[in-house]
């Protein structure tokens, strides 16, 4: 979107990016979960409880899709028993600084219509 | 979504606004609609040639959405004929603001897959 839209097919081509990422960003629960993951979640019930109304299998899909998106970074760590955790990619970090201006300005222009 | 993970109450509070913005922001063609008029595009046949692949009637839809989310303020300028004009509201001047960061994660992590 930084493209001139003088130039139809840069245009067209920044469009494509900027909805690739906002869709990334908006699917329902992504952006808790980055969120939680942003403020030290790490563990599959950690995120659990931390992402309110989630359901197990809902939060096991995005996880994996996450991880695909290369946000999230999976690890098996190996103690007895084995545990998994999941912590943001520098790529992952980037999205949820990236998203803050979105979230203030929800804040200041939605946020008071919920309350009056 | 700026509020602690460990009040379930607030957190899902900022999550249904971060949600509200984010789906605002991101339904097809908004992105395109709203760059355009921060880039000085006012009126409906100017829109249609900025905007990329978007038809007659999805934008006429979409201006009305963005008209009654308060982002563009619509103006009928008296000449001989009638003008109809749209430009970007406080709210709708923000919102541009708030998502190039958005748009700026895009391009540095998600331009370079498409050229790769």
Redesign the interface.
């Given at each position: 979107?930084?493209a001139?839209?003088e130039d139809?097919h840069e245009?067209?081509?920044?469009?494509?990016?900027?909805?690739?990422?906002?869709?990334l960003?908006?699917r329902?629960w992504n952006?808790?979960i980055i969120?939680?993951a942003d403020?030290g979640?790490r563990r599959y019930s950690e995120f659990l409880a931390?992402?309110?109304?989630i359901s197990e299998r809902m939060l096991a899909q995005r996880l994996r899709e996450l991880e695909e998106a290369a946000v999230l970074v999976r690890e098996v760590v190996p103690t007895t028993p084995v545990q998994i955790t999941y912590t943001l990619s520098e790529?992952g970090r980037?999205?949820a600084?990236?998203?803050?201006?979105?979230?203030?300005?929800?804040?200041?222009?939605?946020?008071k219509e919920?309350h009056d």
């Open positions: 979107m930084a001139s839209h139809p245009f067209g081509h920044a469009c494509v990016i900027f909805q690739s990422a906002i869709e960003a908006g329902r952006g808790a969120f939680a403020h979640v931390a992402v309110p109304g790529r980037e999205l600084r990236a998203v803050e201006p979105l979230i203030a300005w929800g804040e200041r222009w939605l946020g919920k």
